[in-house]
């Protein structure tokens, strides 16, 4: 019988000169690449090219290059069609894929332009001056009550109470144990608590050598109510009901059994092997009044902490996300069809929902609209590589951003997209220990605080040459962006003016 | 709610409560009080339709409900034993990880949802939805016992625990709807009497009880009987069918990577 007819993506060459046969290459590869018979081989056609053999080789020997082979070229069926057709004719199974789309999407931060001052009103400079990036997540009051003390001294009055407080607005988005690894969680939470943030657990529960970063985690409960209980509900600061998630809007999740080792097996409280499966939706959630009903249940399991509600961007998002914040959210969280996965369907990653960007600004806009936009905190996630996507997103009227794929890049990922196989060679989204060993949490805590601060001191800049000196200035200030390349409808569902005007 | 409208008398140990028009966050929170102050008994009348009773509650506490209870009854609950001396309605033991629901009438839809510890007992029927995705971690497997018949998707989801269904009272309508363990990947389900073929999920199949089931079942009987004072003594363990998943993995081909 004939094997498979998809050609390898990538092809692996070892320079036999310069390799002096240390095997370092065999013992990092996750997804067996090499082999040693009397001189170190690679199997091409497992390489998934992320660069741990590569980094790892002492002696340079390693190359990696996308396969030349020469397809005839076809201005619809491009090569990753025929592929994906190959493998389906082969397999009859949904083409799985991890983190966010790859297609090339109009990506609207992409088209949008920050302001700066010039002569009329003075720029600041944050090296000399106070910069403000605090930021609180969740309800404000409808008017802020004055007390007046003993020596006339005015102050607001509980106008943050039961509010998280973030030293700077951007916070890690949730992603769960037994998708990522332990000691991911563990950098993730020693870098939240480092930096004054906060890190989400995603939906596998939390690892009980964790809950010491109680005051810098959000808990999450979703469909498949993994390790949810009364304890796990209090060791955060706020409870997270999952929803949706960006990259697979409308589905659940199949966490495959290859990842649930014993000791994701007891936090998720699930028999080791078997897959994890999350039911596309709550099946106590079937309306408003349903998700109304479960954010108070949480609400009075926790003493009334604040309750997020993370959900997908998809056509409707403004009326949703109003239903939302009338059922008794403080903080929505959306994530966009750009946001990362462990494993999703290609076809619902790339094709399901609608741009972060473009939700955000009609959330923004219909919140305020009905006079209900302190009812609840905006938190933006799906594709938020940097501080200036950071510093868009809040102008488009986020109150905080959520990071998934940036802090994984940040230890080490390459986004080769093969998460759901569980060998991840970085580390990250694996379960097999040895593996899980590589990444210190240490070492990986420092680079999210790097990555973290630099972000902030970038957006302390752009506040300067803004002429602002709080976060809370830009919020929702779109009068400072402006659009170059976006059509009229998109500048006008935005509210940003073009370039030049 | 002003503190009278709270009538509360605690003597000892054990308290009661009239909880006639009072609102569930007030009724709640005099029970977390109550719990905190070192009550074990706390008996709450009037009960019509209140939400979220003893929900994230971790004591073993005795609850005697008179009056129907509202939504979400014991969800997250770790550990107290509720009774209720009337009809339930959805959401009871959401999530909940341990302690003892005993219901003596009929209970709503989504019952005992993603529970992981624990006895739910419901002496009647039971609505739809029920016992989706329990699940089970070496010693800790939660239970659900029913004395009548349940609505669609009964034990859809489910990873882990045990469910009974007596099929007990009046009518003729099958013991269970349709969709019997769609989607199950662990855990068993206990019926009295038959279903037909057309009613089970995909990824369930009948087995015949072995000595093992015959005794849990038994076992069960035995303490369903002695908590609802119902007398099931005519019903035999060989009168159960068991359906159990084929598959721990049913979606497991389901994907090319």
Known sequence: MQGSLIPNEFVVDVDHQRCRRCKRCILNCGFGVFDFQSMTTADSSKCVACHRCVMFCPEDAITITRNPLAFKEHSSWGIDSRKAIWKQAESSGMILTGMGTDLPWLNVFDHLLID???????????????MELRTYLGRKPDKVEIEVDDKGKPRAVNSVENNIKLETPIIFSGMSYGSVSLNTHRALAIAAQRLGTVMNTGEGGLHRELYPYKDNIIVQCASGRFGVHS???????????????????????????????????????????TDALSPAPHHDIYSIEDLRQLIYALKEATGYKPVSVKIATVHNVAAIASGIARAGADIIYLDGFRGGTGASPAVIRDHVGIPMEIALAVVDSRLRQEGIRNWVSIIAAGGIRSSADVAKAIALGADAVGVGTAALIALGCRLCQKCYTGNCSWGIATQRPELVDRLDPDWGAERLVNLINSWSLELKEILGALGINAIESLRGNRERLRALGLDSTVMEILEVKPAGV | MADAAVKKKMEGEAAELDAAGVHYRELNGRVRELIDKGCKEIVLNGVNGQRYIADGIASEVKIVINGVPGNDLGAFMSGPHIIVNDNAQDCVGNTMNAGKIIIKGHAG?????????????????????????????KKQVPVIVAGGRAGDFFGEYMAGGILVLLGMGEGDRPIAGSYLGTGMHGGAIYMRGSVSDSQLGREVRVFDLEEEDRKLVAGLLEEFQADTGIDYSKIKPAEFMKLCPFSHRPYGNMYVY
């Open chain 2, 109 to 137: 839809d989504v019952l005992g949802y993603g529970m992981r510890g624990g006895k739910l007992f419901v002496t009647g029927d039971v609505g739809y939805r029920v016992g989706i995705h329990m699940k089970s971690y």
């Open chain 1, 116 to 130: 700066a001052c010039q002569v009329t009103n003075p720029s600041i400079d944050p090296l000399r001056e106070p």
């Open chain 1, 231 to 273: 304890e796990y509900l209090n060791a955060g600061v706020a409870v997270e009901i999952k929803i949706g998630q960006g990259a697979k809007p409308g589905i659940g999740g199949h966490l495959p059994g290859e990842k649930i080792g014993l000791e994701v097996s007891g936090t998720r409280m699930i028999p080791v092997g």
